[in-house]
């Protein structure tokens, strides 16, 4: 059994939808991996990831983002 759940990360700021993620394992978030995230809402601007508000969440490092502690989620 796997301990797989579908995640919809929002913004601390606004609380707008920022992606729909496909989680694995217990934990905290702290790296969004590019191919498991399953909706895209947010922007990449100068290698960050930014919600529409303006807001910065992550910095893309390739494969993945490295989340900042600046979303929630449901």
């Known amino acids: 059994m796997s301990d797989?759940?579908?995640m919809t990360i929002r913004c601390k700021k606004c609380n707008q939808?920022?992606?729909r993620y496909l989680k694995e394992g217990?934990?905290?978030l702290l790296r969004a991996y590019k191919s498991k995230i399953q909706v895209v809402y947010?922007?990449?601007l100068?290698?960050?990831m930014v919600c529409k508000c303006g807001h910065r969440l992550a910095i893309d490092q390739g494969t993945y983002f490295k989340m900042l502690d600046h979303y929630h989620y449901d």
């Open 4 to 6: 797989s759940k579908v």
């Open 17 to 19: 939808k920022v992606f």
């Open 46 to 48: 100068d290698n960050q």
């Open 26 to 28: 217990k934990g905290s």
């Open 42 to 44: 947010f922007e990449v």
